[in-house]
């Protein structure tokens, strides 16, 4: 039984909930269901738990997080199993997360004697001094696609700086998302209430949602998801006071230039367009490409894509995965009718058996089909084609997403001029728009998300500042107001 985790206890009782698993199409877990009382449980838990681990040293707490990566590295063969069950992970991006997120946590340990101040002169003569404090409780919402190692970089860093967390993992991914890592933390021996976990189903995500965003004594809000539910969640922050940070969707854009070395070009756009399945906030939406270099791009790019396999996630070979459920089967696939309904023509791909969608490549995309500004949450990437570099970044940039871009070009100086004109939170020369590093600040712009992760930007982002002064002496004040000698 798979279960909420409170204050360092496991809930063992209520109703329970089927884990779906898109590999055997049937359940794969039951779990415990959380409601409001546990959701007030878990922020209450967090913060009794505050000001012991706050108080902690840099170094008190980064041993504990290293303890956490050693008992994740520990559970690496498991942590594989269930990824693949639970959200059809390809063997290859099950290993990524078993292996990626130890690191995050060894990283994030780093990051606990990171919080620096500095002293200001001050004009009276007084010890004048700026410092970074901790914010309290924060509730962390993640979602399912990339659920360990996006439970890490977001909760990792919050807990290095000294906040407790109440963390609610998507109904997609309670175990892989949730459960791994509340494991990990009893084998670690942090202490009760700094990390909780509620595992909840659909039709509960409003009730708990609702306590862990609204409820007094959470401070902060870091979410993971659309950017409709994202959008809800912060008018309900912003109305609080509460701080929020949000990573949202995307329609990421990669440029190809008439320079670009071709295998760079094909490799990278076949990478990020349908690394799992294309269900990756980060994948490539959208592949500008140069008029001079299209149809050879085009017709490497759609060979390689023909050559995809899926059918067993475990096979090394067929690293095309399951979409999560059949209402993201249908949605991809209502885009892609949409789009070939309207004009668009199929270059590869277009179909799909269950659960698994073909690496489809469309051409002639037009303003009015859905899938020309709508994020496409699967394997499907539109393909342009432009003469000038000016009109390929108006067009990038006239999405209302902004998360990741690429430039592919041999001419790497005016590559990076390029990035610097692209609207979006990352962007990466001679690189796939899916790309990351722990310690680099990671996020978007306008609809896709506030706020940053990673190093030293989860230091800033958790972590609120203060202005203390001492004076030595008593202060001066105008003479009305002081006591006659």
């Not at 594989?80 to 990283?107: C, Q, Y």
């Not at 990478?271 to 085009?298: L, P, W």
């Amino acid at each position: 039984m798979y279960s909420s985790y409170i204050n360092g206890e496991w809930k063992t009782t209520g109703k329970t909930f089927e884990d779906f698993s898109p590999v055997t199409l049937s359940n794969f877990a039951d779990v415990i269901d959380a409601d409001a009382a546990d959701a007030k449980a878990a922020v209450e838990a967090a913060h009794q738990a505050f000001p012991t681990w706050s108080g902690l040293s840099a170094d008190e707490r980064s041993a504990y997080l290293i303890k956490v990566a050693e008992a994740l590295e520990e559970m690496a063969t498991e942590v594989e199993e269930i990824l693949i069950n639970e959200v059809g992970s390809w063997i290859g991006k099950a290993k990524f997360e078993s292996t990626t997120a130890p690191k995050m946590w060894r990283t994030a340990a780093t990051l606990a004697a990171q919080v620096k101040g500095y002293e200001l002169v001050s004009p009276t003569g007084k010890k004048s001094m700026v410092v970074r404090e901790p914010l309290g409780v924060v509730s962390v919402i993640t979602p399912w696609n990339v659920p360990l190692n996006l439970s890490s970089r977001t909760t990792s860093g919050i807990l290095a700086v000294g906040n407790t967390v109440v963390l609610k993992p998507s109904e997609l991914s309670p175990i892989s998302g949730g459960w791994v890592l509340a494991k990990a933390f009893e084998k670690a021996g942090v202490p009760k209430g700094v990390f909780n976990v509620l595992t909840c189903s659909k039709q509960q995500v409003a009730e708990v949602g609702e306590v862990i965003t609204t409820h007094p004594k959470v401070k902060a809000i870091s979410f993971t998801g659309s950017t409709k539910i994202g959008k809800h969640i912060a008018g309900k922050a912003g109305a609080l006071l509460k701080k929020v940070s949000m990573e949202l969707g995307g329609k990421d854009a990669m440029i190809i230039m008439e320079d670009a070395d071709l295998s760079t070009a094909v490799n990278a756009a076949v990478f990020s367009s349908f690394n799992h399945s294309g269900q990756v906030c980060m994948g490539t939406k959208r592949i500008y490409v140069a008029e001079k270099i299209a149809d050879e791009f085009i017709q490497r790019f759609t060979t390689k894509t023909k050559t995809l396999q899926y059918g067993d996630v475990r096979d090394f070979a067929k690293p095309i995965a399951p979409l999560i459920n059949e209402t993201q089967a249908q949605k991809v696939e209502a885009q892609v009718e949409d789009a070939i309904s309207k004009g668009a023509t199929v270059l590869a791909g277009g179909e799909r058996d269950g659960l698994y969608f073909q690496p489809t490549i469309l051409k002639d995309v037009t303003p009015e089909m859905t899938t020309y500004a709508a994020e496409t949450f699967g394997p499907v990437v539109s393909v342009y084609v432009y003469k000038d570099i000016d009109e390929a970044i108006r067009a990038v940039n006239a999405s209302e997403f902004g998360l990741s871009g690429a430039v592919i070009t041999n001419n790497t100086e005016k590559g990076y001029e390029v990035a610097q004109q692209m609207e979006s939170g990352m962007c990466h020369v001679n690189d796939g728009t899916v790309y990351n590093e722990i310690l680099a600040p990671f996020g978007g712009v306008k609809n896709s998300g506030i706020g940053r992760y990673g190093g030293q930007a989860s230091v800033e982002n958790f972590t609120t500042t203060r202005w203390i002064t001492v004076a030595e002496k008593g202060k001066q004040f105008p003479p009305v107001f002081m006591e006659s000698n």
